[in-house]
């Protein structure tokens, strides 16, 4: 599985993906595997009230990653409640991001599995 950003002609990068560009409007045409690259922490947040299946405390993190001409941002939950902003981090793939048997949508309706930032 690839953390993937998107790239329009015009350069624009964005995560998640989009149908059009939400700055140009152009057809999103090029993928950008973040999966192997590293991001900084610029800020995280922790959730005591999780949905149903969902670890509690949450702590969640939008980091940014740096690309040749560009940046993204994308948010995510870190593998440790040791995370500051600033902090260097790395996605690590998981198998499952929630509990499939915790939520209220049958386990065979959707993905469970996801990324998580890890501090480097």
Known sequence: M????HRCPNSHVTYPGHTRCPEC???QVETVDLSDRTAEVV???KSTATPPGVRE???LAIVEFELDDDSVRALGGATT???ETGDTVEPVYVDEVRDPD??????ESQE???YRFEPV
């Open 2 to 5: 690839s953390l993937n950003a």
């Open 43 to 45: 800020t995280w947040t």
């Open 102 to 107: 915790a939520g209220i949508r049958e386990p």
């Open 57 to 59: 405390p949450n702590t």
């Open 81 to 83: 409640d040791e995370i």
């Open 25 to 27: 409007g152009e057809k």
């Open 112 to 114: 469970w599995d996801g």
